[in-house]
């Protein structure tokens, strides 16, 4: 087995895990960014808050609306990402031994070809995945009706329409969502938001160049105190994983609130201040009509969620990439000594 091949693998099962544990966060914060009307509850309200409106007004299912295809975009996306980026890890690496061979440079990777490494793996990934991330998108912000309304269709204001159909008590099932965007726009539907997507590349690319840099600080300091530059426990990891995730994810929050926009559903009467015809389009309209606080909407449940989750990821997947080693190998010093590489 391949080591692309352990880190794609190990990197779906991490993905998956670190999905599960975190996915009502993630419903929540698509809706906070999908929310446009300054009166709802969706756009002033905290996590803890809008966790509990959805469950009351709409049941705990609602938490983990799309949550069958996210799991699938999640495997998907976690082993077309680290397939490639270790692909293109490899040949980077080559090409600095093959450098330092010529006297120039030490050998190793520089933080320039770490970044230009995790943009080009983004950028596979995220045309190869899109269109299971617009499904997803729109069943978490699809919203049914109040459950405690009566049966005239009476509901509060949290259960109006945000994205169309959304007060339908009706199933929303992936293949009605499939329908809907192939109506709506063709196969191109399936598409939707993928330019800030592609620019979002740039969020696992900062979050790589930080943890490179910050994982080859942490190994040189302990190889300095003779205790071994492979010996990082899982908890080192962890907030490794944390750190880098969070310098990201403030940089780059604008882009994720519009690729969203784009992704959920728009009423064709809807007011045209909210309809956007594409990315350039929609950050105009939100820097103008929402200014920075519309810009950052939801960001304190994203910071949670994928600080959390991305932690998580980078923790469990080292785990299995050096479980996956060890079997394939049947030599555990050979573990230690094999360099490990970092999640998205």
């Given amino acids: 087995m391949s080591d692309a091949l352990i880190n794609g693998l190990a990197g779906a099962g991490g993905g998956i895990i670190a999905q599960l544990l975190t996915y009502?966060?993630?419903?929540?914060?698509?809706?906070?960014?999908?929310?446009?009307?300054?009166?709802?509850?969706?756009?002033?309200?905290?996590?803890?808050?809008?966790?509990?409106?959805?469950?009351?007004?709409?049941?705990?299912?609602?938490?983990?609306?799309?949550?069958?295809?996210?799991?699938?975009?999640?495997?998907?996306?976690?082993?077309?990402?680290?397939?490639?980026?270790?692909?293109?890890?490899?040949?980077?690496?080559?090409?600095?031994?093959?450098?330092?061979?010529?006297?120039?440079?030490?050998?190793s990777v520089g933080m320039?070809?770490?970044?230009?490494?995790?943009?080009?793996?983004?950028?596979?990934?995220?045309?190869?995945?899109?269109?299971?991330?617009?499904?997803?998108?729109?069943?978490?912000?699809?919203?049914?009706?109040?459950?405690?309304?009566s049966p005239q269709g009476l509901t509060c204001a949290l259960d109006?329409?945000?994205?169309?159909?959304a007060t339908e008590n009706t199933p929303y099932k992936t293949i009605d969502v499939f329908q809907e965007l192939h109506k709506e726009a063709g196969v191109l539907g399936f598409w939707k938001g993928v330019i800030p997507a592609l620019i979002m590349v740039s969020n696992p690319a900062i979050q790589f160049m930080l943890y490179e840099t910050l994982?080859?600080?942490?190994?040189?300091?302990?190889?300095?105190?003779?205790?071994?530059?492979?010996?990082?426990?899982?908890?080192?990891?962890?907030?490794?994983?944390?750190?880098a995730k969070l310098g990201a994810t403030v940089v780059t929050y604008p882009l994720l609130v519009v690729k969203a926009?784009?992704?959920?559903?728009q009423m064709i009467n809807d007011d045209k201040r909210h309809r956007y015809k594409g990315t350039f389009d929609a950050f105009t309209k939100l820097v103008q009509y929402e200014g920075l606080t519309g810009m950052y909407k939801g960001m304190g449940t994203k910071i949670?969620?994928?600080?959390?989750?991305?932690?998580?990821?980078?923790?469990?997947?080292?785990?299995?990439?050096?479980?996956?080693?060890?079997?394939?190998?049947?030599?555990?010093?050979?573990?230690?000594k094999l360099p490990s590489k970092p999640s998205r």
């Fill in 304 to 336: 949670v969620q994928s600080v959390f989750a991305s932690a998580l990821l980078f923790m469990i997947k080292e785990e299995l990439v050096k479980g996956a080693r060890l079997l394939v190998t049947g030599n555990t010093s050979l573990v230690k």
């Fill in 112 to 149: 320039l070809q770490s970044l230009t490494v995790a943009a080009l793996s983004g950028c596979v990934n995220v045309l190869l995945t899109n269109p299971i991330w617009v499904v997803v998108t729109r069943m978490q912000t699809h919203r049914k009706a109040n459950k405690q309304q």
């Fill in 215 to 243: 994982l080859k600080k942490l190994k040189k300091r302990r190889a300095s105190n003779l205790k071994g530059a492979d010996g990082l426990t899982a908890l080192e990891i962890f907030l490794l994983g944390a750190v």
């Fill in 160 to 165: 109006k329409p945000l994205e169309a159909s």
């Fill in 24 to 107: 009502p966060l993630q419903t929540v914060n698509a809706r906070q960014q999908t929310e446009r009307d300054p009166s709802k509850p969706a756009f002033k309200d905290g996590a803890a808050r809008q966790l509990y409106l959805v469950v009351k007004n709409e049941g705990w299912e609602r938490l983990y609306g799309g949550l069958m295809p996210s799991l699938v975009g999640t495997a998907a996306s976690q082993g077309v990402y680290y397939y490639f980026y270790q692909i293109f890890r490899n040949r980077a690496e080559a090409k600095a031994l093959e450098r330092s061979r010529r006297g120039l440079g030490d050998g």
């Fill in 261 to 265: 926009r784009l992704q959920a559903k």
